[in-house]
């Protein structure tokens, strides 16, 4: 039996390492620490261009979207468009946002270096809005993706609506991002038919975030990394997941789901990327194994060292995750 730690044990404070405080009422006070980008404007001279749209007004969800100032010389409207990225930030689903510099920097490199036309989903956050309210938000963000298809639609986002290849959909997501496109793209075969013409074709999971109960060895090895300390995934899922369940919730363990219910075997092309010196390699090798089991058609990209999700904090070591990703979208190497 694996040894289980709890979330003190390391003697790192979770809390101020998120730099979260935890009211009485089950809130929580984020004081980020990270840069952010507000307005979702551009320089004039940047190559993309980026407009920020409310999704519900009442749940406060919004999307930024990102295209190419330039766009490439074989697009035209009545042939050849962009390939559509929905994009999932991460944080844990505690932290984060559309607007954190760091994730609206590589939206932007995916819309100017793929090129792309590219939706970031601003989900609401746990613990005031636990799982599976991130994937609600980012269903609900599909089906308004979904209404801007119509070509003479009054009302229509003409971005989408002139840009966007429908057909050539991909869900990404950084960490807790990729956790959240893998359960939104199994919601998305539930109601395939009600979201066409989008046509989802593909997952690409950047260290996408998942755990269990039992720890794994990398956790017990790297409890005390300074990027994602073992404390730190233990208080985001505590303040995610619906109260009451552990880790083993199929929201975190995607060992715990049904595959044939949940449809797992035709989820389609799958990206899944990963560093082994990130403390959720184990798992996601784990979900690799599934993906691969069930059929799935599964593309790992896994790297030396590095740490979870380095190419966020660090963009001058991007470049391999955007050329992967690249591939993968336009099938040319991967």
């Known amino acids: 039996m694996a040894v289980q730690l709890s979330a003190t044990d390391s ?29 979702g404007t551009t320089e004039q001279n940047s190559a993309v261009l980026t407009k920020d749209i409310t999704l519900d007004p009442t749940k406060k969800t919004w999307l930024r979207i990102f295209r190419p100032r330039q766009l490439p010389p074989s697009f035209s409207s009545s042939s050849e468009k962009l390939p559509l990225v929905v994009y999932f930030h991460g944080g844990g689903f505690i932290v984060g946002g559309a607007n954190w510099k760091m994730f609206h920097d ?21 613990p005031e809005h636990r799982l599976p309210t991130a994937y609600e938000d980012s269903v609900e963000a599909l089906h308004w993706i979904k209404n801007q ?14 840009l966007a290849d429908f057909s050539r959909c991909f869900l990404v997501g950084t960490s807790a991002g990729g956790n959240i ?21 593909g997952l690409i999971l950047h260290d996408p975030f998942f755990g269990a ?35 083993d919730h199929v929201y975190c363990n995607p060992m715990k789901l049904d595959p044939v219910a949940n449809q797992i075997g035709i989820l389609g092309r799958c990206l899944v990327t990963g560093w ?38 660090e963009p001058e070591k991007a470049p391999p995750l955007l050329k992967a990703i690249k591939d993968f979208i336009f099938n040319a190497t991967l």
């Open 181 to 201: 496109a893998f359960h939104v793209g199994l919601r998305a075969l539930e109601v395939a038919r009600e979201l066409e013409p989008i046509k989802i074709t």
């Open 213 to 247: 109960s039992e720890r794994t060895k990398s956790e017990l090895k790297l409890a005390n990394d300074p990027i994602l300390p073992l404390a730190a995934t233990d208080l985001m899922w505590n303040l995610s997941l619906p109260k009451g369940f552990d880790r």
């Open 149 to 162: 298809a119509s070509s003479d639609g009054m009302n229509s986002e003409e971005w989408l609506r002139d």
């Open 276 to 313: 082994s010196g990130d403390l959720l390699i184990d798992a996601q090798l784990e979900f690799i194994r599934l993906l691969e089991r069930e059929g799935a058609s599964v593309v790992p990209f896994l790297q030396e060292e590095g740490y979870h999700a380095q190419e966020i904090f």
């Open 11 to 39: 003697g790192i404070n979770p809390y101020g390492f998120l730099r979260i405080v935890l009211h009485p009422d089950g809130t929580l006070t984020r004081l980020d620490a990270y840069a952010t980008v507000d307005d």
């Open 106 to 126: 590589l939206c932007v490199s995916m819309a100017v270096e793929f090129p792309a036309l590219v939706v970031s989903v601003g989900y609401r956050l746990a």
